[in-house]
Nanobody
């Protein structure tokens, strides 16, 4: 399984970015997908997840109301729309797929929010 994340960049406080993650897994639609992030000097933390159907989403409290996770099972992609970005959102963002055979991570995409 290969996960390719993209969409990161530098944005000012209050700005928006949209991250995307493309999966090579042909059975993508069977698995819950997630986004995680890791800031310098900190552990990787959960950001959001989306169910197989896309109808059930979970967010960490700090991003509720600002971030939206979505998926397109026809295109094997999962996205993270990030609005009202804050400097504390600065991190490398990773997508994750968990299947019975293992846990797979994308390569990460850097998001930097300037104050």
């Amino acid at each position: 399984v290969q996960l390719q994340a993209s969409g990161g960049g530098l944005v000012q406080t209050g700005g928006s970015l949209r991250l995307s993650c493309a999966a090579s897994e042909r059975t993508f639609s069977r698995y819950t997908m997630g986004w995680f992030r890791q800031a310098p000097g900190k552990e990787r933390e959960f950001v959001a997840s989306i169910s197989r159907s896309g109808r059930h989403n979970v967010y960490t409290d700090s991003v509720k109301g600002r971030f939206t996770i979505s998926r397109d099972n026809d295109k094997n992609t999962v996205s993270l729309q990030m609005n009202s970005l804050k400097p504390e959102d600065t991190a490398v963002y990773y997508c994750r797929l968990v299947q019975p055979g293992g846990i797979y991570w994308g390569q990460g995409t850097q998001v930097t929010v300037s104050s």
